[in-house]
Each structure stands twice: as C-alpha cells, then as structure tokens.
C-alpha cells in the first residue's frame, strides 16, 4: 500500500469512538492483553476484538500471541505521529480509561465478594444516567441483573443482583448507586 492510501486508511480505522479510545490506550499503555483492553475501554471482549481486527488491518497497531493470551501494541511510523496529536486533544479520556484498568485488575485480584451484607440494593440515578446509550455496566453484571429497554433507564433485576459493585464501578456516568443498611 502507497504511504498516501496507508494515511488514509490509518485515520479512517481512527475516526470511531471505540477504536481511538483503544488506540489511544495502546498508545499511552504500550503492549496489553485483549481482556485488559476490553475491562478499560468498557466493553465485552468480542466487540474489542473486532474493533482490533480493523485497526490491525489498518496498520495501526501489531498483535503479539503468547501461549496464554494475545496482546497489542501501536505499530511504528505515522501513527505515531497522529496518536500524540490526538492525545493532546483528548486527554480527559485516559484517567477514565485507566480507572476502568485498575478497577478491574482490583476485582480480579479480590474475587467477587457477593456477602456484602450492608448491601441491601442497588438503584440508578436517573438524574446521572445519560440514557443515550446501551448501559455499558451491563457487560461487566456476573449475573446478568441489568435490564435495559432500548435506551431507556437501566433497572436492576433485584432477585438476580448479587451485589458484586461492577456496575457501580464501570458505569461512565457514574449513575449506578449502592443502598446500604440493614438486611
């Protein structure tokens, strides 16, 4: 592919949302494993990994498989170039990012602790929630509790809910909130 087309190829696999926040990710990250891509970006591990496949084909970035797991990283040249303008644009996206890392590593190290007998419910602010979107929460609910009609509010389905907290942790809006007392 000519340096010309390879360009234009390279900003097209940028030019959506979830794709530039991976980009960017890698960018800032350096090499990461696909599960730990999917946990900071908020999104199951099939769509990340399609999302990958489009950047990869795009020559924005180069896969590495281990034995145990496959990871990414930026690849050399233009894109380099294109990322560092972007970042400066976007800065704001990689605290969240990396939170959404930190806070899945966090859950992984700790288990899931589902006797939290203070908890009594979870409810979610509608006030908070954007309701704009599919409720990005509901990818990381163990027990599948989060019911979302199109676009509307998420409800919490409280005979399956065991109040594990990821909601509360990867929801973008911060919109999901813990109600504590007695059981």
Do not use: W
């Not at 960018?27 to 099939?46: H, L, N, T």
């Amino acid at each position: 592919m000519k340096p010309f087309e390879q360009s234009v190829a390279i900003l097209k696999a940028l030019a959506h949302p979830l794709r530039m926040r991976i980009a960017l990710l890698l960018y800032v990250q350096g090499s990461m494993r696909v599960g730990d891509i999917s946990a900071a970006v908020a999104q199951q591990q099939p769509i990340v990994s399609q999302q990958l496949k489009l950047l990869k084909d795009a020559g924005v970035i180069k896969s590495l498989r281990t034995s145990k797991a496959v990871s990414c990283e930026i690849a050399e040249g233009f894109v380099r170039e294109v990322l560092d303008g972007a970042l400066k644009l976007a800065e704001e996206e990689i605290p969240l990012l990396l939170k959404n890392l930190e806070v899945s590593r966090e859950g992984e190290a700790a288990g899931c602790d589902c006797e939290k007998g203070d908890i009594t419910g979870i409810i979610v602010d509608p006030e908070l929630c954007t309701q704009d979107h599919m409720c990005l929460a509901m990818n990381f609910c163990p027990e599948s509790a989060i019911i979302q009609e199109g676009f509307g509010l998420p409800k919490i389905d409280a005979d399956k809910c065991s109040f594990c907290e990821r909601c509360v942790n990867f929801c973008p809006a911060q919109a999901f909130r813990i109600i504590r007392g007695q059981n």
